[in-house]
């Protein structure tokens, strides 16, 4: 490997532990969010995991042709902080809300007729 591919990977694989570590650290709000019993705490936490399961999912198909991007692995983190902000998912979850309802039903009329057949 040469010198800038190597920087480039260990560069990605930095971005990589820094959003883990962010999500370790939402794992542990969310949990002491439902252990309050806050309502809107953990409404925020849930809506912030609906967008970071939708950002893992987006990026899995991007990762590939974004790797070498220049400030790709900054972008990762910095949408990652964004959404861990409490003001993050209040502003995107509106934006998921209607998709992931129709992906949903899609999948559950799928799974339906799979089970339907299997009788």
């Known amino acids: 490997m040469s010198g800038s591919t190597t920087w480039t990977v260990f560069h990605n694989f930095l971005a990589d532990i820094i959003i883990q570590l962010i999500a370790a650290f939402a794992?542990?709000?969310?949990?002491?969010?439902?252990?309050?019993?806050?309502?809107?705490?953990t409404k925020t936490w849930l809506q912030f995991w609906i967008c970071y399961g939708a950002y893992q999912l987006v990026e899995v198909f991007l990762n590939q042709m974004l790797f070498n991007m220049s400030f790709y692995p900054e972008i990762k983190v910095?949408?990652?902080?964004?959404?861990?902000?409490?003001?993050?998912?209040?502003k995107i979850y509106p934006h998921l809300e209607g998709p992931i309802e129709k992906a949903g039903a899609f999948i559950e009329e799928k799974i339906a007729e799979v089970m339907k057949k299997k009788e």
């Open 78 to 90: 910095a949408i990652v902080a964004f959404l861990i902000h409490s003001a993050g998912p209040p």
């Open 27 to 41: 794992g542990y709000k969310s949990c002491l969010a439902v252990k309050s019993g806050d309502f809107a705490a």
